[in-house]
């Protein structure tokens, strides 16, 4: 690199540094080594691979079917709820358990396919009836 002969002493200091500063920048922007891309696109290719062939040995189990079947109870919409009615919309639900929803009850949310909910109003009427 050449300067003018009129630029001395800490200004051509100055330049040169700066020079040498921008030849640093320029250096550092350069992308990867192709080797290393090529490494690179290999391995996302080779999990993508993997990742589209389940293993068969890892396969989950489905959930169990329920045998809860909420539509042969949805006549008792409006009756008036009693441990004896929610005995038989159980059975006549082919539900294994049952369980009554009160408004404004904590309950938990995880889904059982053989628990019957029978949920109620404020007067213990039935106002709506799911498997879950």
């Known amino acids: ?20 500063a921008l030849a640093l920048l320029l250096a550092a922007c350069n992308g990867p080594v192709p080797e290393e891309q090529d490494r690179a696109l290999d391995q996302a290719q080779q999990a993508a691979a993997e990742a589209a062939t389940p293993d068969p040995d890892a396969a989950a ?25 929610a005995e038989q919309a159980r059975q006549d639900a082919g539900a294994g358990q049952v369980r009554q929803l009160k408004p404004d009850q904590v309950i938990t949310l995880e889904y059982l396919g053989e628990r019957l909910n029978i949920e109620v109003d404020d007067k213990n009427l039935v106002s709506g009836v799911r498997c879950g």
């Open 1 to 20: 690199m050449h300067f003018p002969s009129n630029i001395r002493g800490p200004r051509r200091t100055l330049a040169l540094t700066a020079a040498a």
């Open 61 to 85: 189990t489905p959930p169990p079917v329920g045998s809860c079947d909420a539509s042969q109870v949805q006549g008792l919409v409006g009756q008036a709820y009693t441990d004896e009615l």
